[in-house]
Each structure stands twice: as structure tokens, then as C-alpha cells.
């Protein structure tokens, strides 16, 4: 059973759409990380995000921690090719200073 | 700045042969130390990591071992590979304090042929 669940885990869509990816637990964790990787490379850090109800912009990216910090999600505006790649999120729990990782989301964004 | 350098980007062995993928960090002193497997398209399996020299903490029974013989240089081994072993291997590094970011290596695909 994964402690964080990414969904959808496959999302195929056309240039300029907007999309949401989703990062759901049942447990607290301090903070949620998201990555992104490209194919053949390792992922690469897109933002933290430590308090309960934190939004967070990164140009057409926004990310949201759940007031509760169980829960985060990813909000692309205007999805561009470049947008492509698998996203992971990772949180640190409280208690364990361990990642914990979701499984994925693979993006394609169609021209 | 830091900088993460793994090697070999892609390496095909045969079944029974030995393995060593190396990592090493620049800029940063006592790192922690990662190393993941991933599944084609999917999320990452911690198999070893290391918070000191010598200090090495397997999360996955397997047919692999690491080892930190240096501050900022890990590496992954196998005396006998099996055809279950391949995959892409990530190596990373964090700065150890509370909700660290990884920052990773870019991979190495093992095909064991």
C-alpha cells in the first residue's frame, strides 16, 4: 500500500489545457516535495511546501498543501510540450526522516 | 555549487557478472547519500541510503550492496547480477536538515542480459 497516492498516474492531453495532479494520504507529513524528470534523467526539485494550506506559483505551476497537510496538488494552467514528463511528489513524515514517494504522474502534453 | 556526477549512464552485463556504479558529490560535505531504483515510468524504490562514512542502511533485501568509503562517494555493488536487477539506478544527495530536498544524479540504465 502506498502512503501517498498520485493519481491519475497517465494523463494525455492537448496543448493549452489545463490540468490538475493530486497527492493523497491518510498520514501528516511535515512537508511534500514535487519533482519532475525527464526521460533518462534523474527527477529534479519544482518546490516544498511545509505549512497546512500553502499555495505556492511557479509561473504555470501552482501547488497547494491541504490544510491538514495530508493531501497536496499540482495545477497546470495552459499546458505547453515542454510541461511533459513524469511528476512525483514526496513527503517527509513527522516521524521518519525518510522520503516516502508517490508512484507518478506521466504527463504528455500534445501539440 | 553542488554538483552529483553518477557513472556509467548505461551498462549492459551478462546474467552472473559483477556490478559497480559509482557516485560521487562536489560541493557539500557530509552529504546524505541515496541510492534508488526505478521502474520504467514509475515512482522510486529507496534501496540503500547513508548518513555518514561507512554508516550504510538497506530498506530492501536484494542481491546488491553499498558502500561510502569517502565523504561524498557512494557506491552500488553486486558480486553476481540477476536479470531482475535491471533497471535505472539514481543516486542522490541531501543536506541532511529537516525536509531536505533530493537533488539526483542522472541515472544509470543496468540491462542484464
Known amino acids: 500500500t502506498q502512503l501517498l497516492e498520485q493519481s491519475p498516474q497517465f494523463l494525455s492531453i492537448q496543448e493549452g489545457e489545463n490540468l490538475t495532479v493530486y497527492c493523497n494520504s491518510s498520514s501528516v507529513f511535515s512537508s511534500l516535495q514535487w519533482y519532475r524528470q525527464e526521460p533518462g534523467e534523474g527527477p529534479v526539485l519544482l518546490v516544498t511546501?511545509?505549512?497546512g494550506g500553502e499555495v505556492k506559483k511557479l509561473k504555470r505551476l501552482t501547488f497547494q498543501f491541504g490544510d491538514a497537510r495530508k493531501d497536496s496538488s499540482l495545477h497546470i494552467t495552459a499546458a505547453q510540450p515542454g510541461d511533459t514528463g513524469l511528476y512525483l511528489c514526496?513527503?517527509?513524515?513527522?516521524?521518519?526522516?525518510?522520503?516516502?514517494w508517490g508512484a507518478g504522474t506521466k504527463l504528455i502534453i500534445k501539440p | 555549487s553542488q554538483t552529483i556526477h553518477q557513472w556509467p549512464a548505461t551498462l549492459v552485463q551478462p546474467v552472473g557478472s559483477p556490478l559497480s556504479l559509482e557516485c560521487t558529490v562536489e560541493g557539500t560535505s557530509n552529504p546524505n547519500l541515496y541510492w534508488y531504483r526505478q521502474a520504467a515510468g514509475r515512482g522510486l524504490q529507496l534501496l540503500f541510503y547513508s548518513i555518514g562514512i561507512g554508516q550504510i542502511s538497506s530498506e530492501v533485501p536484494q542481491n546488491l550492496s553499498a558502500s561510502r568509503p569517502q565523504d561524498r562517494q557512494f557506491i552500488l555493488s553486486s558480486k553476481k547480477l540477476l536479470l531482475s536487477d535491471s533497471g535505472f539506478y539514481l543516486c542522490a544527495w541531501s543536506g541532511g536538515q529537516g525536509n531536505s530536498p533530493l537533488h539526483f544524479g542522472n541515472g544509470t540504465r543496468l540491462t542484464v542480459t
Open positions: 514526496a513527503g517527509y513524515m513527522d516521524s521518519n526522516y525518510q522520503l516516502i
Open positions: 511546501v511545509v505549512t
